[in-house]
């Protein structure tokens, strides 16, 4: 789309989208090309010659029960996020609509965790479920009788980095569900209230209906977060382990590459990673955007 | 609302309480935390009650893990990302938006590809690029065996090769992570919203492009603006990954990255006093752009949809 009323200059626009073009191609571009290359490429372990394999790196990782195992991993520990994270956003998000008094209030005691990093969130709830410190980790134990102890059990673990995770999203769960509930019209509500509808019956025959396009963004945007920006979660909390119980895709590419420095491995995951998102992103603009309903 | 209902309004009411109790828990827990002495905090249970400690492990934390420096490094980084992202971002809506030329679909078509890709997945080979910013030209040009045509024309062997590594320095921690399509998206969609008889206003008074966007775009962008400022410098603060791989110098490492060394690990006294209140130090600045901008944010985060 352009405007009707432009300017004319033949320099000019080229100069003005030359930065953004020029960090683009620098840094999106040229790298996901050479990403794309070097996933067809075995590398000698002294980086001195290269050999084309076509598909092998490709082959080989998807046979790779470690890769597979952390596929599930990932699998298990977004939705277990996304889950967590959307159920306790909404739940509050429709309290929080309730509420007549105290609004502004609310709302900021509800936003700020969305400013932590998930690497210090990380390091807040490693301390709250340390298994011989944590508060939270001695009241499992005690009332529950769990014999709670992430640092040797796989799922205790994985269950830890998804509280960590899932607890600073809820805030931004919660904006985009209070602003999607604030655009449903107060005359729909009212309709139903007078027709004898109980405000649970209201909840779930209107607000949820309206509020689907919000809840389908926020589950696509929430899996994303989970796949790619826990890695700090991830890195301060457990660094994969125990065992590579929480070793998710992203943690398992800077592993891979950086530390076992497996390149052509480790771009074959890349790559994959990106046919993902790219992926999503269609899904997102073409196919499920229509099944949702929208107020419009 | 609509109808009287006592009993729910309570419960409304006490969940609210509770959610934000289960949410604010954390950092309470660890304001707690960091008031106490050693002693304290590594008994089981440790005592809710908070003790005189605070600013002496505030103290112990910033020395020991050298905050002032990386605070500065951190502020430095998210500022350079607010900045280089509005500024590139804004000319390139305003060249995509306002100017009819031939290889604008091209261009807008190369930038918006990436609109959802994250830094996370193609970390190494933007290290890699980072490492050398020339890499491309090295490899044109031995793609190319330019060398042997140097060499032929020099009449003896040349070898070319431009190294420009962008490792522990500002510039690498900030240009990468300037690429993003969102806020470039963001003002094209603001920017068509702008009534067209603006711009025909200010061409029939003479005005040129640039005059243009700085008298009208500019001013009239001033909320979206404020917007992205509070998100992107949040997303700036709070990267991870990105500092972890291209510092190693701990002096150009950023206060989230640094955090990790005041963890105390399996063989270490439980110095998670000290820990948590370093967490707090680095977590305040964000945290007070947020609630000091909160308009600006929640607008910020409904249009970027970040």
Known sequence: ?296 | MVEKTPILDTFTYIFLMLGILIVGFPIIYAIIAATLSIEDVSRVPMPLIPGDQFVVNMQTAWEKGDLGTQLVNSFIMAAGITIGKIIVSMLGAFSIVYFDYRFRTVAFVTVFCTLMLPVEVRILPTYEMAANLFGPFNSLWSALHLDGLAGWIAGHDVEMRLDFSLLDSYQGLILPLVASATCTFLFRQFFLTIPEELCEAAKMDGASPMIFFRKILLPLSKTNIAALVVIEFVYGWNQYLWPLLITTNPKMMTAVIGLQNLIPQADDLPYWNVALAGALIVMLPPILVVLLMQRWFVKGLVDTEK
């Not at chain 1, 070097?38 to 998807?62: E, K, M, R, Y």
């Not at chain 1, 991830?234 to 420095?261: C, E, M, R, S």
């Not at chain 1, 890349?270 to 419009?296: A, C, D, N, P």
């Open chain 1, 1 to 296: 789309m352009i405007k009707r009323s432009i300017f004319k200059s033949r320099l000019l626009p080229y100069l003005l989208i030359f930065p953004q073009i020029l960090v683009t191609v620098a840094f999106f571009y040229w790298p996901a090309a050479q990403g794309l290359m070097q996933s067809f490429l075995l590398s000698d372990p002294f980086g001195l010659h290269n050999t084309f394999v076509w598909f092998d790196n490709f082959i080989a990782l998807f046979k790779d029960p470690l890769y597979l195992r952390s596929v599930i991993t990932t699998l298990l520990f977004s939705a277990a996020t996304a889950f967590v994270s959307i159920s306790m956003g909404l739940f509050i998000a429709t309290m929080a609509n309730r509420a007549f008094k105290a609004k502004a209030l609310i709302r900021t005691l509800l936003i700020w965790p969305y400013a932590v990093a998930p690497a210090i969130s990380g390091i807040l709830w490693l301390f709250l479920l340390h298994p011989s410190y944590g508060v939270v980790a001695l009241s499992i134990k005690r009332w529950f009788g769990i014999d709670w102890n992430p640092v040797l059990r796989g799922g205790d673990a994985l269950v830890m980095v998804v509280m960590a995770s899932a607890w600073k999203e809820i805030s931004y769960n919660f904006v985009f569900f209070m602003a999607g509930m604030q655009s449903i019209p107060k005359s729909l509500i009212e309709a139903a209230a007078m027709d004898g509808a109980s405000p649970f019956r209201r909840f779930w025959a209107i607000t949820m209906p309206l509020l689907s396009p919000t809840l389908f963004f926020v589950t696509v945007m929430n899996i994303i977060y989970a796949f790619f920006e826990t890695f700090g979660v991830i890195h301060t909390v457990t660094q994969g382990g125990p065992g590579g119980a929480t070793n998710t895709l992203v943690y398992k590419v800077y592993q891979d590459g950086f530390i076992g420095l497996n390149l052509g491995s480790s771009a074959a995951q890349s790559i994959v990673l990106m046919s993902l998102i790219i992926l999503i992103t269609v899904l997102q603009f073409k196919y499920v955007e229509r099944k949702v309903q929208y107020t419009g």
